[in-house]
């Protein structure tokens, strides 16, 4: 599959499993992968897999292909084994926005980290920055504000809360990372 080809076919299969069931899920998506277009100028030849990646990232919360109820795991597994996607493209799913520390909260650490190696870090920091500045809606918000959202959305006790805090460390990096590299554009 071509690079250009790779991002219609993510659109298009996240569009499919996120629109009717998720509404709201899919705005959040479409928001994400404008946020990775935008990046386009500081990824060079792997912009079209982060953008592929940013429209499949949240698949796994799909009514159609929840089995661990752990998305990033969920949907790795589907782009794997259902459409044997590019591996680059796996990883960046099951890794995104620091999923391991979900998946430690779920005891679900052991079969992420086995089934799935991560990506090199920049394109992870690409990914959870573009994740981690797009509210639920699709709107940019600044990391501090989405950080809020996610633990106002779940509670201070929930699972996701608990994973977000120990998250805040490596999203607010992979943030500054990402917007120090764009300032650098001309």
Not at 94 to 116: G, M, P
Not at 135 to 149: F, K
Not at 171 to 184: D, E, F, K, P, Y
Request: aromatic share 6%; proline share 5%; charged share 25%.
């Amino acid at each position: 599959m071509n690079r250009v080809g790779q991002v219609a076919w993510a659109y298009d299969l996240a569009k499919r499993l996120l629109e009717d069931p998720l509404p709201r899920r899919w705005a959040h998506t479409q928001g994400v992968g404008k946020r990775a277009e935008a990046l386009a100028p500081i990824l060079g030849d792997d912009a079209d897999t982060l953008v592929a990646a940013a429209y499949l990232h949240d698949i796994g919360y799909s009514p159609r292909l929840v089995d661990t109820g752990f998305h990033p795991l969920d949907g790795a597994r589907y782009l794997r084994d259902v459409h044997q996607a590019d591996e680059r493209l796996i990883r960046l799913v099951a890794h995104h926005s620091c999923a391991v520390n979900e998946a430690l909260e779920r005891s679900l650490y052991d079969a992420l980290t086995s089934e799935f190696s991560a990506e090199r870090p920049d394109l992870m920091d690409a990914l959870t920055y573009c994740d981690m500045t797009t509210g639920p809606d699709g709107q940019h918000l600044d990391v501090e504000e989405r950080l809020a959202e996610i633990h106002s959305r779940y509670g201070p006790e929930h699972l996701v809360s608990r994973s977000i805090t120990a998250s805040t460390p490596c999203i607010r990096a992979a943030v500054q990372a990402v917007t120090a590299s764009l300032a650098q554009q001309p």
